[in-house]
C-alpha cells in the first residue's frame, strides 16, 4: 500500500498539520505509555490531562469546549474498521504512525464504503495532525516492530459507553458516544456491529 506524508497535498482533504501548539511535553509524557502487542484505546488518561497543553489545545483549539486526551497504543497493520465523529480529532504521533483515511462523503445511503478509496498517510514522531470530523479513520498502524503511540484527543465524552439502544439507518452504526462504525467482515469486531466496508481489508505492508 502506497504511504504518504501528512505534508503530502493528498492529506488535505483529512485533515491538516497542527503547528501553532507546542506538543513536545505531551509527546514525551507519551513515551512513558504502555506499547502492547495488539491495540490499546484509553479515552482519558488524568495524568496526560494535567499537562498545561491541556488548556492550550482547549482554547486554541476546539474553542474552550472540555476536551479529553487518552491514547491509542500498540501493533497493528490492517485498516478492520473506519468511525467518524461529529467533531475534529487531534492525533499526536510520539513516534511515527500510519494512518488510513477515507472520506465520509462516499460512504454510501446504505452505509457501506469500498476500501479501496482509502489512502494511508506517516505521520513523524512529534507530529500532531486534526483529523477533520468528515474524515473516516480508525486504529494507527506501526511504522517498526517498535509498535506505535499515539495521543488521541477529542471533545470530552467521546467513545465512552453509550445511555441508550440506538436503531435504524445512521443510528445503527453508533457504538459509542460521539462514535459511528463501519465494520470489516475479516475486523474482528463485536457481534451486532455494522458490517459496511466492501473490499479488501486494507494491509499498510502490502
Known amino acids: ?13 483529512y485533515g ?8 513536545s511535553a505531551l509527546t514525551e509524557a507519551m513515551k512513558k505509555t504502555p506499547v502492547p502487542s495488539d491495540v490499546v484505546y484509553e479515552p482519558s488518561i488524568a495524568e496526560l490531562e494535567a499537562l498545561p497543553v491541556a488548556k492550550e489545545i482547549e482554547k486554541v483549539f476546539y474553542g474552550e469546549l472540555p476536551i479529553q486526551i487518552g491514547y491509542c497504543n500498540g ?3 490492517l485498516l478492520n474498521a473506519v468511525e467518524y465523529h461529529r467533531s475534529s480529532e487531534i492525533n499526536l504521533a510520539a513516534t511515527d504512525a500510519v494512518l488510513i483515511l477515507g472520506s465520509e462523503a ?6 457501506t464504503y469500498e476500501t479501496s478509496k482509502m489512502e494511508a498517510f506517516r ?3 512529534g507530529t500532531a495532525v486534526e483529523v477533520y470530523a468528515t474524515t473516516l ?3 494507527p498502524c506501526h511504522v517498526d516492530d517498535a509498535g506505535f503511540q499515539v495521543a488521541v484527543i477529542l471533545p470530552k465524552g467521546t467513545n465512552y459507553p453509550l445511555d441508550e439502544a440506538h436503531a435504524g439507518g445512521e443510528d445503527a452504526l453508533l457504538t459509542a458516544k460521539n462514535k459511528w462504525l463501519i465494520g470489516h467482515a475479516e475486523g474482528g469486531l463485536p457481534e451486532g456491529s455494522h458490517i459496511g466496508l466492501i473490499g479488501k481489508n486494507l494491509n499498510v505492508r502490502e
Open 16 to 23: 491538516k498539520v497542527i503547528r501553532n501548539i507546542d506538543f
Open 106 to 111: 462516499d460512504v454510501t445511503d446504505d452505509f
Open 137 to 139: 479513520h480508525y486504529a
Open 123 to 125: 505521520i513523524p514522531a
Open 1 to 13: 500500500m502506497q504511504i504518504y506524508e501528512v505534508t503530502d497535498a493528498r492529506f488535505r482533504k
Open 75 to 77: 501493533h497493528n497493520v
